[in-house]
């Protein structure tokens, strides 16, 4: 009995190291099968390692604030022998309203010279949009590029005065699911809410800086000469003297006030923008505009109401509406733009007493 309980013992050993190889070698195995598992899976810190964001400025290094702001944006992939998936930025993505979420940031240095983070608002626009990003997904191969929407970044700024800006471009991936409308309950299932970006983690990409100046050769005086009376029409010429000064040292191309010029497409604007909405633009004296173009010369100064050389008969009758009690003065803008320009020259705040 002793010698087969002997034989027993000595072949647990053998068993017992069976059995550890066993679970050793399936172990090794499974954490050989996840480890492959995990390599082809997308990485985030890969990602945002090989893929890259270019941005190039193409105006000119000096740009008047009445014009776009022209820029190059590019996707690329860095790698030598990795593709990816990504999403292209489509309707929406600038409002952060869908992927990828697109956003300008940067920094602003007035007068002053020093650089100050600049909060950008995003422009205004009807909330409809394209939330379905699917179809936007493509795959980026090795060492390719593509190029990305950018538009203009003034549309961002809510600026308009003369300054050094340093911008960058931030593309984002938020692994958020695409809709089929608006709704909280147009999410697509999980399985199909991604495309062939499913499982990929969120990523950021931030582009390289490029840095500009902007410059306002155009400076606006308004001046006010007159009072606007209540619930009376008023020539708009009465209150106040507008006048349109170049500052810079190169001549600028004015479009003069008319409204012969709409049937053409060409045109020039004149409008006033009140804090207070009971003050109403209510006709417009349009007569025939000059011919030519006026070239304002550097150091010039042109009224914007009554001078022939731009605009001779230019007015307009504005009124002040108030059943009750109104207000001592009334806070306006006054706002010059023209064909060819993408934005307007805006005048400061002025007070027009109300009498």
Known sequence: MLKGVLVVNRSLPLRVALIVGLLAGGYA?????VGRAAAGAPDAQAIQQDLALELRLLSDQVIPNYQAIEVELTLVNTSEDAAYH???PGDGSWKRWREPHMQWRGFFAGEDGSFQRHQFQPFSRCRQHHPDWRADIVLLQPGERRRLSAGDPRRFFQKHEAGTWELRVHYEYM???ARSGLGEDSVFPDETAFGEMRGTPPFELVSNPISFDVVAPLEMEVTVIGELPVNEPAPLSELVRIELNNRSEAPVELLPLGGDRLRSGIRAIL?????DRRFKTIEAVDPPAPAAPYVLAPGETVSMLGDPRFASDFDAIVQFEADG???ESVSVKIHYSRTGWAYRIVSDSVEIPVR
Request: charged share 20%; aromatic share 6%.
């Open 325 to 327: 009690d109104a207000p």
């Open 175 to 177: 692994a958020k699911p």
């Open 29 to 33: 195995i499974a954490k050989a099968l």
């Open 86 to 88: 990504v999403v292209l």
């Open 271 to 275: 409008w006033v923008t009140p804090e």
